[in-house]
């Protein structure tokens, strides 16, 4: 009894059961709570308004510009009745860019804004993955302590033991020594857990945005898949927020080509302009006023240094975006694959750890330990038994848990959210 106070005074951990107070944090509210405290989502729906907002402005035409002019004016008394030249003009002028480049500008900024939309989207996604990842480790550690916690009860018993067949005269001081010894060496393995914990609550608690000692988990792991088919989830990639947000970006290539073949065309103005006149002509009749109407174009020279070269690099840039788009869909196929195999596996070692390696270890300690009391067998034979029962136990946790977290990979692929 004398180790478990110990144990108690070093780690200042209590019984299992009692130790956590506070509520249960479930897989989906820390996913929620995460979502919700993300900068990140928000910046990119910004973003999207932004571009949205801006689609609107650049389809616009430019503002006109309005003239006002003095024509004329002698110099002598500066009078506008003088000569009949002088006149005040006031006009109006309207430039209209070349051809359908005002709507093919502002569908390529709408193509930016759904560019952004994905972003955001595989942002979400990723913060779930993320979320899952920190939380399903967090739950191999608070396992992995309730594990070794119930072993070290074990261990004091083998302490007990030891020291009492060693009172007896019927083994040596060398047993009691090595029970002793793994004793304390689980100790350390307690503190080591204990480490972890701390580390993975933290990074857990800041991406939730909560205090990191507030952090209660359940019980038992949260049901991901039940099955899983491979083509199905195959199927789900066209609808990544990576994929279209690669397809948006091809879509503003395409604008980009299309947008630099209107350059080719001229732009042109549209002027009107107004003259005031004062005075009388040489047989008494007011002078008329002048109405000009002009147009200007703006023909596109030396097409070979702007024009075509200007072709050229949207093209080269719509041909990076389609790369893009195949690396995007290659990458995402190869994890899929990677993740599903990584999947049946565990599925398998899951099964056998319990079927088969963990019964196996516990009866082979029990088997053991009852050798050992009846000396046919000697102590390092029940503490190795022992030391494998208590591993074999974390393995198996640790491979619910890996499947789960493959689990949760192939969720940030099909898109999934329960």
């Known amino acids: 009894m004398f180790y478990y106070f110990r144990y108690l005074f070093i780690f200042g ?43 609107v402005a ?11 002019g003095f024509m004329n004016f002698p110099t002598n008394t500066f009078a506008r009745d003088q000569e009949p030249m002088t ?8 430039m209209f860019p070349r051809g359908k480049s005002l709507d093919i500008k502002s569908q390529q900024s709408l193509s930016g804004a759904r560019v952004q939309e994905q972003r955001g989207a595989n942002r979400e996604r990723m913060i779930r993955k993320t979320v899952r990842l920190k939380w399903l480790e967090f739950f191999y550690w608070l396992k992995a302590e309730n594990i070794v916690f119930k072993n070290r009860k074990l261990f004091e018993q083998l302490v007990e033991v030891a020291q009492y067949h060693y009172g007896a005269g019927r083994r040596n001081q060398q047993d009691v020594i090595r029970a002793q010894l793994e004793l304390s060496r689980l100790d350390d393995r307690i503190l080591d857990i204990k480490t972890r914990q701390e ?28 099955d899983i088919d491979l083509d199905q989830l195959v199927k789900t990639l066209d609808r990544h927020p990576k994929i279209l947000a690669a397809q948006a ?26 003259g005031f006149r004062d005075g009388q002509n040489g047989v008494g009749v007011d002078r008329p006023d002048f109405l000009s109407l002009g147009i200007s174009l703006d023909i596109p020279l030396f097409q070979e240094k702007r024009q075509d070269r200007k072709l050229k690099a949207s093209q080269f840039n719509l041909g990076a975006n389609r790369q893009m788009l195949d690396q995007q869909y290659l990458d995402l196929k190869q994890a899929l694959e990677r993740d599903h195999a990584d999947w049946l596996r565990l599925t398998e070692r899951v099964s056998f750890y319990h079927k088969t390696l963990v019964p196996q270890a516990k009866q082979n300690t029990e088997a053991a330990f009852f050798a050992y009391q009846n000396d046919r067998a000697d102590f390092p ?26 689990e949760a990979r192939l969720r940030y692929i099909s898109g999934e959210e329960k």
């Open 87 to 94: 006149q005040i003009q006031v006009g109006v002028q309207q």
């Open 199 to 226: 580390k993975i609550r933290a990074e857990l608690g800041v991406l939730i945005n909560r205090p990191s000692i507030d952090i209660v988990l359940p019980e038992k792991l949260p049901i991901l898949y039940q």
């Open 58 to 68: 650049v389809g616009q035409l430019p503002d006109p510009k309005l003239k006002l």
């Open 381 to 406: 034979t029940v503490m190795k038994a022992r030391i494998t029962e208590l591993n074999t136990e974390l393995k198996s946790i640790r491979m619910h848990v890996n499947r789960a977290k493959s």
């Open 249 to 274: 970006m091809v879509k503003r290539g395409q604008q980009g080509v299309s947008l630099a073949r209107e350059a080719y065309k001229p732009a042109w103005g549209l002027g009107v302009t107004y």
């Open 13 to 55: 951990l209590v019984l299992p059961g009692l130790a956590n107070a506070g509520q249960v944090l479930s897989l989906l509210e820390a996913e929620q709570l995460a979502l919700t405290e993300d900068p990140g989502i928000k910046r990119f729906g910004s973003l999207a308004q932004a571009m949205e907002e801006n689609s």
